[in-house]
């Protein structure tokens, strides 16, 4: 990993975990526009470095890798780790062991704002008929969003004890497009998750908060009015899709726990061996 | 009443009742939009079946013609009984009994889903001072909005009981436009009305849940966000109709009450003998 | 009915409904300390009238009866209607026509205070893992429960528009001793039952208000602090009948909601025909 | 002053104190298209009287030229006194002595509504990562802010005990453009702030009420939501504005608290002497 | 003013303002157990100093003077000015003019805590149906309730500002005995009203809050729960006195506002010229 | 590990982890007069076993083993794992991988009820001048309390998922005596911890519940209002030990942070390497 001399833009180095993901490729160019040296990294390769950009294979389960990897950087965008369920053992090495080895490196390295992956999956065992707001308790539906509530709880760990700033993005489904009725509401297009990242890393000011990642679809499980500080406002809707899914009477054709449940089908899964 | 047979629409047979009223008439044509069978029923004559409609004369508070009634639905939008004060011998024939007829005959039946026309008067000696959700308290401002809170009470029961859903209508003022000042505030129109009903229907889960019904106006005593689930979201608003209503400054030329008070002008009548 | 001549006592005449009942008759001898003249009555015989008191068979659902029933009292104890789940029609007269009787009455004869009998089963199926105050949302177990509801509703309706005050005992469990491990949590002790009507009479200003009817037992479902301002503090437990119960280990062996909801086997109950 | 003969406006005549300061003079030309007669008055002089103006200078310190001062008015706007940090020996008259002097010569009136001009500095030491509604406690960040405290909790009391209403305007930053990058969240154009100030004339009831006057920016601290009986909906946002401030990353170059708390500078201000 | 030698007690010098009033009395002795020295000062005579007294006389609103006042002292108990209502001028000097004087002075001198004696006229505007906490919004039922909420928003600006810490007491009714059927509710005894300064000292951390100063009366409007952390366990209780007022059936005899507002009569009056 | 015969106790057999640490062995006795069996584990020698005892040596991060060490119990208390700050590895192996271990083998063996000791310092980072309940939000002092709120969150999957049962015990310091100041605050006699722990076990349901371990000690961080359904009243107060720890006025003598968090010196660790 070679280091890229800084630039006059607004932040000096990015560093971007997940980066080979379908989201971190998302962000990618958007990066490069925000600062000077964007640092890319995931598991696996992320593909050449363009001007700018300072790639990197790293597993975040490493410790001295990760403590390499944040140095010199001002800011984190954790994409990194496993971004659906798994069993136990490997979710317990990426996105517990490994996100404490990034957050304990950004300490270190006097890191002072990351942007976290959470997930709706964090909440969804909450019911299909209540709106949450940024203090809604945490009701993991999954192996999974237990590690994602252990990322938030740790989280705040590090802000109330070392000032270091999180926000916790619980994204909904961020896809080209919604591809079930459950993603026409949790639906977050690709363009309005760029813009809660830049809103995310720009805000002066963000303590540790937790915004809900959905575009402004027409139903609305999540209200992020008490996250207003963070200038979030989604442009895009869900609603141009709408007609790819037939309306349908209410209907108990999918297992019932699914369609209770904000986790859709998570809330039926069961911890793997 | 002759038995129509079902289409391929999203609901086979939907029931209405209080057809014959101002709203009723307004949501005939789009429920003829969403179910193969269209059952409208008053308890007057509600005019000629069209195709896809059948029709009849029914009073609510007669048990065994309610349990005919609702043979064979697969949900019911209840907009029947009386929809203003009356003495309450006769609320409680149609609003009480007529209400508990529906319902246990809807249990019976097997009907998962109903949309309930409860009113603004169920909540209308809140002051016009503040602005409510789905979670403010009963405060009846007549004795028909007495019967709204029955309503609203008993379905809840049938929904925790037996799992059948409800969502109640608090709705304001609809009509073609408004008439006082008053429904600036409260005004929803005909579209939003039957937007609301739409979203009623076709949420897939729903729970109990209370919503306001009142389009997008300037003045707002009612707030959906913890109804965001439903989807509904009124396109219309009554400051087309702001000029019709001379603006004056603050005035106690009404009765007072009836200018303290959501419920307005009902907050001054007295039970009829 | 014959009239008393009125004494020095702080009320004049006290009005008891449901006389002849369990609680009735547990209040009789403490009310005749509070009131010059008890006006007694129930559906059935209330027994031989002793010196300062009127009886009276009355059937709430008949309206002229029970305007001449409440003429000259200072304020009534509702306990009257029926108390345990039963067909709807019967409640409909009992509890629904009754109590609008008792109402409309007392409103016309300036009646300026009810202690109304309402009960734990208007909130039942809360969940036995929730404590609830005041302001918890109507959550009826039953038909029965729903018509508490509505004299609930129906009171508030009575203090917003003329200013009769109401205090809603949601009543526990009020026997000689709890009769099963349920009762251990709901259990009113008589002496404490007596006391909360004391309270509720005696306070100079109650508005509408909700207080639930528990002795310090040492599983408490209900918070009354919210209700501080009525001074009810009881002061008997039952923790004295404890061992009556033996104790096991969490168990499913009673039909699952029966344990999981407050209102215990009333919210297996169906309505009935 | 000379007195002017009242038109047919909805006010007959209004009074706006501080009417040569900044927001006093943005006001003005409204003020006489909504009332037959404006009163204009502030310390020192408001310029020339138009037709349907009357101009005058009064120190509100000084009692009985306020008493005069209010005679024959519908309706106050005050805008008058501080509105800066100052010598608390300044601010206690003009603020405090003057304030009292103003509520107490309407009281004697019989004016019913006032206008107040509070301030965000009564909130200013809320963190800049939460969003206030109106019930938000107060947090004043300089004598100033206590100072508008004081207008809050007094007008308190002239509507619980004379009915006489107040709308406390929680202003933000009106200028004409914004100045700094607070004021990109601050930010009320003029536009919005007139049309705050006619809400606040005409709503028929207001009770006694806070809300906070920021135009829709991006970025929100506020949340008017249980003030939307108001009808108060701004029209412009500080977007336009934002490219003026060049974007950066997070950084603590100003003081701390200055970034930290909504009042900005004012949070490190000392009492002056 | 002569300055005493400081001692081995918690305290090395405590300044008490009121000393010379009713509570002032009731508590001199406590604090010379608390202090090594303890500096007595009213606007008048506070009679002889006691060994391990300073004395002396003080008018609160005389800046230089406090300023004296306030050197040398580690906390203060602040039970000086009016506690009564009073015309607005006096008021404003002795409890606005007054308290700031005090807390600049403090602020200068390095004073860290302050025991505040705000009373329940802060509050005395919400029904007697209601049970307040520490949250409650301030509604002054009079302009020394007024100047009460002053004084707590003042203590808040310089406990967010500098870190000075205040307990405001919003203390009841503290005299030998309750002296009308309010004050059964409002009673704090001497004993309890000792303990609650003692606790507001002693409490290594207090921030700014509120706390109810009541005894453990039967009837209760106000709940410290929230203020629990400061230990404060009343001893004592108005049910003693409760057989001095006769027990009475609700009545209307009072002037209506006394008996359904907290503040009792103070709610009727009106500014004193 | 032999198997004991079931008895006629209350508990067939119960499983006890971390038996042998200062809690476990509180609790041992008691455990023996709730269950035919006890079966006791820890990483080290829990010592002899009993008539009527199991015991094992057992490392949580065995996941074999602890399939093994779980069949055959009806409820688990599981104190076991590192309760105090360690390295993260060490936290991470005993309370992360361990406590998933034992909830993943009691779901495999149809475990309905789980007592899991979790810590005040899963909320340590809120301020001492507040009071929290069940509700509020995990703010960790340490890593030690990160793992403890994974603790807590995995637990309420295991209840929204598979209705596994747990009270999560946010327990305060249980010894002997308080050691320190802090300590009278958080001080838990063992006997209140045993009563503690009964309830939770014998309560028939629980669902997923936070109660916070403390005697009934003079000041209060933590309100179990509702939790009361759990019936837990402590007996004990660390009032007696008050005269150990003599009084001071507030001081800044400890590390600042120490007395403002209500973790005390846990909030000035830093993560071990």
Redesign the interface.
Known sequence: MSQQPLSQK???RLLLTGAAGNLGRQLRASLASWAGVVRLTDIVDVGDAASGEETSIVDLADRSAVMKLVDGV??IVHLGGISVDAP?DDL?EAN??GT?NLY?AA?KHGV??VVFASSNHAIG?H?????LDK?A???????Y??TK??GE??S??YF??FGM?TVCLRIGSSFEEPKN?RML?TYLSYRDFIELVRCS???????H?VVYGASDN????W?N???????F?PRDSSAQFADRF??????AELPDPE??FQGGPF?LG??MQ
């Not at 019911?127 to 709106?131: D, L, Q, R």
């Not at 037939?246 to 209907?251: D, F, G, K």
């Open positions: 607004p932040f000096g001002d800011a136990f317990l517990i062991r404490y304990e300490r002072k704002r065992f019911p299909v008929t209540e709106v203090d308790s945490q009701r993991p539906d999954s192996l969003g237990v509530c252990f709880s740790l705040r760990y109330d004890r700033e009725p509401v890393l720009f805000t002066n000011r963000v303590g908060v027409p139903i609305k499980w209200d009015t008490k996250a207003g500080f963070l200038g406002r037939p309306v349908t009477a209410p209907t369609q209770r809330v069961e911890p």
